[in-house]
C-alpha cells in the first residue's frame, strides 16, 4: 500500500520547466487543445487531477473522446480536427 501512495505523490510533482506556443496544427497540438478547453495542461496533469491511468480516445484519428473537468461534468468531442488554424497559436505545449 504505501508504495502505491508514493508513487501517486511522485507523479503528482511533476512541474513542466519551459512552455511554448504551437505554430501549426498537429495530432500533438489538437489533443493539447482539448486538455487546456477542459481546463488543464496536458494529459500528463489530467491524469494526475483525475487520479486516470488512461484517456478515452477515439481509435480511427487517436484524439481524445472525453474529458472529465475539474467540476465534475463532460466534454466530448468530435473524431474529426476541432482546433481551427486561427486557435492553434493559443495552445500552449508544455515541456518536462
Keep these: 500500500k504505501k508504495s502505491e501512495t508514493s508513487g501517486v505523490m511522485a507523479r503528482a510533482d511533476i512541474k513542466p520547466k519551459s512552455i511554448c506556443h504551437a505554430k501549426k496544427w498537429s495530432d500533438e497540438v489538437e489533443n493539447l487543445y482539448r486538455f487546456q478547453q477542459a481546463g488543464y495542461r496536458d494529459e ?5 487531477v483525475k487520479q486516470v491511468d488512461m484517456v478515452e480516445c477515439w481509435p480511427e484519428t487517436g484524439f481524445v ?7 465534475n461534468t463532460f466534454y466530448y468531442y468530435n473524431k474529426q480536427r476541432e482546433c481551427e488554424d486561427r486557435e492553434v497559436h493559443k495552445v500552449k505545449i508544455y515541456v518536462y
Design 65 to 71: 473522446k472525453k474529458l472529465q473537468r475539474r467540476d
Design 44 to 48: 500528463v496533469e489530467y491524469k494526475q
